[in-house]
């Protein structure tokens, strides 16, 4: 990357409102210097990805460095900043905490986590099982790979950090992702696929990326992305992208999915899909395999639960948001009321974005 390339477009900088992006070919405006953006030499690697898609200073990547410079990155850190102390940070600390106090002393340490209709939902499934070792995320969103961004285009790459921070978005607002949004932003560019995602939350959470690499999951694609968190040892995140439906979930990524038996499986903002004949073959086999699940109301029916499982009810259960009223569970309503209403949760949980709202069962195998 020539140094001429960073010399002209001038976008003003103030807070986090929405600035101007440049078009592919256009050059960028120096910006003042910042104390913990030095300029750095050498290749990026992995964790280098990481960092600058989170807004950190790159370690090594002169080329990811100098877009650092720019006012336009400014912008871009701004308003990641922003969202992540407003939004992010207060939620995943609430959710660590509230899981060590209380997930925990019920389901233990859970090796793997499997989490179906996640989609690339890293970021809150790390923060809801601070413990476990292996993510393993399921969603329709292509799986992308590791973005090469010191060969593309510089502007091309700030505008792809724009489209990057719109997906994640309602994720750090409300906790979910709009998968709508993700095909719209993330569709094509310098880093198309949910691996920049997924490398961001990395990068959010304070983690050091070791290595990313595509895998095969019963012939579904995939990545494997080996990484730390501080305090937490090293981790491994696998997302892979599939329909879970009945006529998509094919026999060889079924018996991919099958070498995870004896996991922890979390639902969350899932549409109730698994209340659907569709999807019994996932539920099916999730009830099966599993050793412990955790959910909120959109995930596996309250009726198969009925008997073969310890169950711990925390927050509320009223009825469903307005979009999926059809989903109303009258037996879950009644389990809720039996014990006048589980532990106040502290987060909003899936659909519930406000804590009186949320409420998360978790069910133990006998």
């Known amino acids: 990357m020539k140094p001429a390339l960073l010399l002209a477009l001038s976008v003003a900088l103030s807070g986090c409102a929405s600035k101007p992006k440049p078009k592919p070919g256009e050059t960028l405006t ?39 410079q720019t006012v336009n990155y400014r912008t871009y850190l701004d308003e990641i900043a922003f969202k992540w102390k407003a939004y992010g940070e207060r939620r995943t600390s609430r959710q660590s905490g509230w899981s060590n106090e209380n997930l925990s002393p019920v389901i233990g340490s859970p090796g793997t986590l499997l989490y179906p209709f996640g989609g690339p939902d890293l970021l809150y499934a790390m923060s809801m099982f601070p413990n476990t070792s292996t993510y393993v995320l399921l969603g329709l969103e ?16 700030v505008d792809a950090l724009f489209g990057l921070g719109k997906s994640m978005d309602t994720q750090l607002k409300v906790g979910y992702f709009v998968t709508k949004d993700m095909k719209g932003d993330l569709a094509n560019g310098p880093m198309p696929g949910v691996t920049p995602i997924l490398l961001t939350s990395i990068g959010l959470m304070g983690g050091e990326v070791d290595s990313v690499q595509p895998i095969n999951a019963g012939g579904n694609t995939g990545v494997d992305i080996r990484f730390s968190l501080p305090g937490g040892g090293s981790k491994r995140a696998i997302y892979v992208s599939g329909d879970l439906s009945n ?46 699940i955790v959910q909120d109301d959109s995930g596996i029916p309250f009726r198969y639960f009925a008997s073969g499982w310890d169950l711990k009810f925390f927050g509320r259960y009223q009825k469903p948001i307005e979009l999926f009223t059809k989903h109303d ?8 009321d039996a014990i006048g209403g589980g532990p106040r949760i502290p987060f909003g949980s899936g659909y519930h974005a406000t804590p009186d709202e949320a409420n998360i069962l978790v069910a133990v195998k006998r």
Not at 142 to 157: F, H, I, N, R
Not at 329 to 336: S, T, W
Request: charged letters at 15%; glycine letters at 12%.
């Open 329 to 336: 569970q009258p037996d879950l309503r009644a389990a809720y």
């Open 30 to 68: 120096l910006a003042p210097p910042l104390a913990a953006f030095v300029p750095v030499s050498g290749v990026a690697d992995a964790n280098d990805v990481a960092l600058f898609l989170a807004g950190k200073p790159v370690r090594h990547g002169a080329g990811l460095s100098q877009i650092q």
């Open 247 to 292: 006529g998509g979930f094919k026999s060889g990524f079924q018996s991919w999915i099958g070498g995870f038996s004896g996991s922890t499986a979390y639902f969350k903002a899932a549409s109730y899909l698994m209340h659907y004949e569709g999807f019994s073959k996932i539920r099916n086999q999730v009830l099966s395999q599993s050793r412990a």
């Open 142 to 157: 292509p799986a992308g790979s590791l973005p090469s961004l010191e060969t593309q285009d510089p502007a091309t790459v």
